[in-house]
């Protein structure tokens, strides 16, 4: 299956080192700066190989290479356009976290690739962490009983040598703050586990220590979902001097669940009334990864090539991956009107936070 990257930068490694462990055929690389294609095909011994053209404009590459699959990890504020762009030429798409920056663009790409009979992904790779998968075991086969509350909880350091490495990070048109950059992938999670139709969300951010930034660095929100169950959310780069954990608990009437490490792929607490001898080998599991993007990215990029090949959903749709922007833009819509948003959230985008912090 002929595959092309859009975007060489900081996350770009790992959808190489997928592309690679799938035996994708890798026709083409993009950047707007040729020297960051050099330096990640060099990591994967890729750069002596002529096959792989390089392009500094993406829709140059869609015309000449006509991919069957594309993965997109530019700076978030362009991750809508050119999804859309390869969507409308009947490009599949795995896109990069966040989907779009704007509810209304990850509405468009949505309807557009169910329009092209295109398969679509929203890379939220901690879908297949192995403490994930058991969780999601449990929650669908009905061993927790009736939910009570859910929480995630991000507790991250990201510094100014970090927000320094590229211009776009930190502001509301390119990237978001803590919630849409760092703690996406948690809420994702946390919204999915607890049965993803939520009534309303209330939320507030803050900007405490990054002053040099347009976004926020810290936000926090109470969720009511249509079950009756609670969510709480807490998304942070303030902790100081590393990262933390990110960790999401699920307590329910008979079974109460704490996945824990730096990126929910531990399990600390596993206990259900109902319990098997395989409830065992899961009281704490550690999935070894090696930093905290975790292992996902290639099993992520599996699901997508059999999705294609088989005609199906990707098991992280598109609609996976504009709930999980729901959430970050009800939060903000939140903190900028200081009211409960209730759901569906029909227009709201990052930009609209525009000053939020300035005053």
């Keep these: 299956m002929r595959y092309a990257l859009i975007g060489c930068g900081r996350i770009a490694v790992n959808h190489m080192k997928a592309a ?5 055929e890798i026709c083409a690389v993009c950047d707007v700066i040729p020297e ?23 829709k140059e590459l869609i015309e000449k290479e006509a991919p069957e699959l594309v993965s997109i990890a530019t700076e978030s504020g362009n991750h809508a356009e050119i999804a ?42 901690n879908r297949f962490n192995v403490a994930i998968q058991e969780l999601r075991k449990a929650i669908e086969s009905g061993r927790f009983g009736r939910l009570s509350h859910g929480s995630i909880h991000v507790r991250w350091n990201r510094d100014h040598g970090y927000y320094d490495q590229a211009p776009w990070r930190g502001t509301w048109a390119q990237d978001g703050g803590a ?6 992938h948690g809420i994702d999670l946390l919204r999915w586990m607890m049965g993803d139709e939520i009534e309303e969300i209330y939320g507030a951010t803050r900007q405490q220590f990054h002053d040099y930034l347009e976004a926020e660095d810290v936000g926090m929100a109470v969720i009511k979902f249509k079950n009756g169950a609670i969510g ?24 109460t669940v704490k996945i824990g490490g730096k990126s929910t792929n531990n399990i600390d607490v596993w206990d259900f009334a109902d319990e ?9 599991l550690e999935e070894q990864t090696s930093n905290v993007y975790g292992n996902g990215h290639t099993s992520l990029f599996a ?10 959903k990707p098991y992280v749709d598109a609609v996976a991956g504009r709930n999980a922007l729901e959430v970050v833009l009800s939060i903000y819509k939140s903190q900028k009107t200081g009211q409960p948003v209730k759901f569906p959230l ?7 936070m525009a000053g939020e912090f300035d005053k």
């Design 303 to 312: 699901d997508v090539i059999d999705a294609i090949k088989n005609d199906r």
């Design 179 to 184: 919630l849409m950059n760092q703690c996406i």
């Design 346 to 352: 029909t227009e709201f985008a990052s930009t609209d």
């Design 20 to 24: 690679v462990n799938n035996k994708l």
């Design 232 to 255: 709480t959310i807490e998304g942070t780069t303030n902790v100081y001097p590393r990262n933390l954990e990110e960790t999401l608990y699920i307590f329910g009437e008979n079974g």
């Design 84 to 125: 859309l762009y390869c969507i409308d030429k009947g490009v599949n798409c795995i896109i990069e976290k966040p989907m779009a920056m704007s509810i209304e663009d990850a509405n468009k790409i949505i309807d557009l690739a169910e329009q092209r009979g295109v398969k679509v992904s929203a890379c939220h790779q």
């Design 36 to 58: 960051k294609m050099e330096a990640l095909l060099e990591k994967y011994e890729l750069a002596g190989d002529e096959s792989i053209k390089r392009y500094t404009d993406y």
């Design 276 to 284: 098997t001898e395989d409830d065992q080998k899961n009281k704490g």
